[in-house]
């Protein structure tokens, strides 16, 4: 047994984890108490956090109403691994069910935070502090550490931080900036690194009022290599969200020399699903890189295009192309469009043939997207097909599609995958049963 106080609360702590590392928290990760929302809150720290702040629950001390301070928690998947980030009142704050005193949990409404990069003196590092609007007094936040905790999960040297260190920008750029672009290369090299996803809050925050950020980050766009495409999906789609000004930004690049730019560029305009975005799309059809064209083709059917649009008739086209993804790519655009007669094809294609879904121009993703339950009795019996890829690649669009976790796939026993096949069956037959009960 440890002599060290403090050790034996961290001990403590860390046997509680392996089973519930929130204290009394339920499987989802909250506490035994429903959570309450918040509006808004903004955190306050002289870093960019790791773990991800969509997923903070907060404890006011004594209360919401007049807090004192204000402790955390995460989920346990999370908890687990940003331990580090407790302090040693906060360790306590979990492990000895303080939480019942507290008033709490809350939860900030989903894309709803904001951070605030606290500038350091030489000598003095603030420490972490929460409001809960901008402008608003900051509060205490007791259980955070105020110096930002090694991250194991980091190699010593990163090769995607090579361009940032040397790159220099059109305009004078803030700590806060100088941070979060650091962060977004810096996590383009790490699989399962969650710190671009706070830079990214900060970037979209300050990039809606600041036109010079806006210019360094179609710079940063135009400049950066690809080896780690991360960074430009998260610049462009901080552009999209600052307004017109950085929309007209990202159709500007659709010229760019580099085909993987421009392949970059027709993602985020299919994202965003703006008519004006389609118009550059369509140019990107005339492409002189064939991957840029089925790219922007792709696009497109993300996007849509109406029926009446200038350009519909050459995207019908490609409904006779040799190649059976650019098929369902404009059948997928025409329906998305308004085009009700594309969703009977579409279900033909899953009906007759045999190939995977993804090979379908990701076809599986597009019945989950538009939740096209009809498709479901066509999934079932691609459960059937002799080749595993066929039957795996529809297991998983019907996982997503009922949200039934079923085994099956490749090694699954015979008995698991029967019993997939029964309960996704019955699914939908209920389903059927609860359509039809609407309808009366």
């Avoid at 901080?238 to 690049?253: R, T």
């Avoid at 996007?303 to 350009?311: F, K, T």
């Amino acid at each position: 047994m440890s002599s060290n106080p403090d050790e034996e609360v961290l001990d403590h702590l860390d046997d509680s984890l392996e089973d519930d590392p929130a204290g009394d928290a339920t499987a989802d990760g909250s506490s035994g108490e429903a959570e309450k929302t918040l509006e808004s809150g903004v955190l306050h720290v002289p870093y960019v956090p790791d773990f991800p702040v969509d997923d903070l629950i907060l404890y006011f001390v004594p209360s919401r109403e007049a807090p004192r301070e204000v402790y955390h928690s995460l989920p346990p998947n999370v908890l687990d691994r940003w331990s580090a980030y407790l302090t040693k009142k906060g360790y306590r704050f979990l492990s000895s069910n303080e939480d019942e005193s507290a008033d709490g949990p809350y939860v900030v409404k989903p894309g709803n935070w904001h951070i605030d990069i606290v500038e350091t003196g030489k000598f003095f590092l603030p420490k972490p502090t929460f409001s809960f609007g901008t402008g608003d007094k900051p509060i205490p936040m007791v259980s955070l550490e105020k110096r930002r905790p090694l991250d194991p999960w980091k190699p010593n040297y990163i090769r995607a931080t090579a361009f940032i260190k040397k790159y220099t920008p059109p305009r004078t750029l803030s700590k806060a900036v100088e941070y979060a672009l650091w962060e977004v290369e810096e996590c383009g090299e790490i699989a399962g690194s969650t710190a671009w996803e706070n830079a990214e809050i900060i970037l979209r925050d300050l990039a809606r009022e600041s036109a010079d950020l806006r210019e360094v980050l179609g710079d940063v766009f135009a400049k950066r290599q690809e080896e780690f495409d991360l960074g430009s999906q998260v610049y462009l789609r901080v552009l999209a969200q600052s307004g017109d000004e950085g929309f007209q930004q990202i159709c500007d690049f659709h010229s760019h020399p580099q085909r993987i730019k421009r392949c970059h560029v027709a993602r985020a305009l299919g994202d965003l699903g703006s008519p004006e975005g389609v118009e550059v799309l369509v140019r990107l059809l005339d492409d002189e890189d064939p991957e840029v064209r089925h790219v922007a083709l792709r696009a497109i059917g993300k996007a849509g295009i109406a029926r009446d649009h200038s350009a519909a008739e050459r995207i019908g086209e490609y409904l006779e192309s040799s190649e059976i993804s650019e098929q369902v790519l404009a059948t997928v655009a025409l329906m998305r469009g308004g085009d009700p007669k594309q969703e009977k094809r579409l279900i033909q294609y899953i009906k007759e043939q045999p190939m995977p879904l993804i090979d379908m121009g990701d076809l599986g993703s597009v019945i989950v997207d538009l939740k096209l339950y009809q498709c479901t009795p066509f999934l079932i019996s691609r459960l059937k097909s002799s080749r595993v890829e066929v039957r795996d690649d529809a297991a998983e669009v019907l996982r997503e599609l009922t949200g039934l976790e079923l085994e099956f796939h490749g090694h699954s026993s015979t008995e698991d995958r029967r019993a997939a096949v029964k309960q996704w069956t019955q699914w939908w037959e209920d389903y059927k049963k609860q359509r039809k009960a609407a309808k009366k």
